[in-house]
């Protein structure tokens, strides 16, 4: 039971000591919610507004405080004092630091998991790349905000499923097989990969602006892969391969992987279902040729959804009905997420209301997860306009200028490869995932490889620093720990974020929101740098130390978790 939770019930079990007749007072677990941080720390640890009480017991706040402050009796928990309209709560310090830390400890590097998914399935579509295109840094936040969800669901005992939703499908395959075959060139291909497949896409553009035949032989290509010719599947494959072979190298930095690659294509045999499904209960109308799904636009605003083009062919949110036909058989999820960026909101919500007016009560757990645009420097990227920054580059010059930084303040380090590798990505997935995820971000390198203030490194930095104290107290005569030493504000602070850590994880999953993760860990670093200052760890009384010490190593670890969940890896040495 956590410690809101304790004070609710001294708080009822009090109420009743003073009015047992009192009517229509709230549950322990409303006046849990009630429970304050008082804005000054010499107030008190909790505050409870006694003015929530002050129609059912009929008295003024300040007066009901003062009763319920002389009713209340646990001077293991805390003390309670009436402040003006206020009921206020001092713990006992040291009991909590001690109930605290062997919370945490017992958890094994585990604090703020839990078995509360058991049984429950999460699907996570996110990445989802599009064949024939090089990871960019747009990809980034869908690949880390999808991938720190997944351990965050986890880490709360679900079953989740990765899914790479391959965009594998689409009439521009086809004039890339059609560029290839004019201007192609398999060792070049072969050796450039996406690279030069996009040069060929490039390519085609440009000439068929020339020549607009060109379209005609693309379409041809296109109805080829669709038909199953063996020569344009063949090539089709090949560009596949390529394209994950390239992306493969940026999940590997990352440590990225996924349960499934059914991307478009897959879903391609499974839309006669879907058109069926409408048909039969007459959602489908035919206008101008093409169908679509009304959605009464008037009401909902949303325009129609079109399901199949005038030529039959289906489109995006069609593949996107039959694949979430399909994952709900296949997976029977509790919640299926679309990480994907808030462009294609309109998309998400159209299709999702197709879902449920095709009668399933499960639409409602399709979830979009949407997120912001990334720029550079300042600079807004655009593939049309040719500025990109690719992501491997980008994660690959944040390794190298990490092992400069590690050159110049850590030259004796052991594996300074393997730690630059750790800072470097570390340092792009933090600016990443560091505020609300709708929120644009504007990656900077000053601030992304800073040590100090609100950065990967930082964090890292600091969890490094708790190993480094904790190796030299391994050096010295155990001891019993003495939790007296950890009334000092700075100590009862970090106790507190300790406290509320397994909260946080659950409060992220629920918003779909790494960040909350990220900030929990930035501030409980902050916090320790403060302690770390202004009180001694490895003080010359054993008990104070060994108290510190195990303070410092619950922190470790709970950095650790929270940094794992967020995709960043610890080091313990920098
Ligand atoms: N490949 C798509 C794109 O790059 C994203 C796919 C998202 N997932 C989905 N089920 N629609 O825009």
Redesign the pocket.
């Known amino acids: 039971m956590d410690t809101k939770q304790r004070l609710s019930q001294l708080i009822v079990k009090a109420i009743q000591g003073c009015k047992p007749e009192a009517q229509g007072l709230p549950s322990a677990e409303e006046i849990a919610a009630c429970l304050e941080i008082p804005p000054e720390r010499d107030m008190g640890d909790y505050a409870f507004p006694c003015f929530k009480l002050s129609r059912a017991l009929r008295m003024a706040p300040p007066a009901i405080a003062a009763q319920l402050a002389a009713a209340i009796d646990d001077e293991a928990l805390c003390q309670a004092k009436q402040m003006g309209g206020y009921l206020n709560f001092c713990l006992n310090r040291s009991n909590f630091a001690r109930e605290t830390l062997e919370a945490v400890l017992a958890a094994q590097g585990r604090w703020g998991a839990g078995d509360e998914g058991r049984g429950k399935t999460i699907c996570l579509?996110f990445s989802?790349?599009?064949i024939a295109k090089r990871f960019h840094i747009g990809h980034l936040s869908t690949t880390m905000i999808g991938q720190s969800l997944r351990r965050i669901y986890d880490f709360l005992g679900y079953k989740t499923v990765a899914i790479n939703?391959l965009?594998d499908w689409g009439t521009q395959f086809g004039k890339m097989l059609c560029a290839y075959k004019r201007w192609g060139n398999r060792d070049e291909v072969e050796r450039d990969g996406v690279e030069a497949l996009s040069r060929l896409y490039v390519r085609f553009h440009e000439e068929a602006e020339k020549d607009p035949a060109l379209e005609d032989e693309g379409r041809l290509w296109f109805k080829r892969i669709e038909d199953g010719n063996e020569e344009a599947l063949a090539l089709f494959g090949w560009f596949k391969e390529l394209t994950l072979r390239d992306t493969q190298r940026v999940y590997e930095l990352l440590g990225v992987t996924f349960d499934s690659y059914n991307g478009e294509a897959f879903f391609n045999d499974k839309m006669g279902r879907v058109i069926d499904e409408l048909k039969a209960k007459n959602l489908l109308t035919v206008s101008d040729g093409a169908s679509i799904v009304d959605l009464d636009e008037e009401h909902t605003g949303m325009p129609p959804c079109l399901i199949l083009k005038k030529d039959g062919a289906t489109l995006y949110a069609t593949r996107?009905i039959a694949?979430a036909l399909w994952r709900k058989d296949e997976y029977d999820f509790d919640k299926c997420l679309?990480v994907?960026a808030y462009q294609?909101d309109l998309h998400f919500r159209q299709w999702f209301k197709v879902v449920e007016k095709m009668g399933y009560s499960w639409a409602k757990d399709l979830v979009h997860v949407a997120f912001g645009m990334i720029s550079y420097e300042g600079q807004s990227l655009s593939t049309r306009k040719g500025y990109v920054v690719y992501l491997e580059d980008l994660l690959n010059s944040a390794i190298q200028k990490a092992r400069a930084i590690i050159d110049e303040k850590s030259p004796g380090l052991d594996n300074k490869d393997e730690v630059a590798r750790q800072v470097g990505i570390g340092a792009v997935v933090y600016a990443d995932l560091q505020n609300n995820r709708i929120k644009d971000i504007d990656f900077s390198w000053e601030r992304a490889l800073s040590f100090d203030g609100e950065t990967g490194p930082y964090v890292q930095y600091t969890h490094a620093r708790c190993c480094s104290a904790l190796r030299k107290a391994e050096a010295l005569a155990p001891a019993q720990p003495d939790y007296d030493a950890l009334s000092d504000d700075e100590a009862q602070e970090l106790l507190r974020q300790l406290s509320r850590f397994p909260e946080t994880v659950r409060e992220a999953a629920a918003r779909y929101e790494p960040s909350i993760v990220t900030r929990a860990v930035t501030e409980l670093c902050k916090a320790y740098n403060k302690f770390y200052y202004e009180q001694r760890i490895l003080d010359d009384c054993p008990g104070v130390r060994e108290a510190r010490v195990r303070l410092t190593r619950a922190v470790m670890l709970t950095i650790r978790a929270g940094l794992f969940l967020i995709g960043i890896e610890a080091p313990e040495r920098m």
Request: proline share 0%.
């Open positions: 579509d989802s790349i599009n939703y965009g996107d694949a679309y994907v294609q």
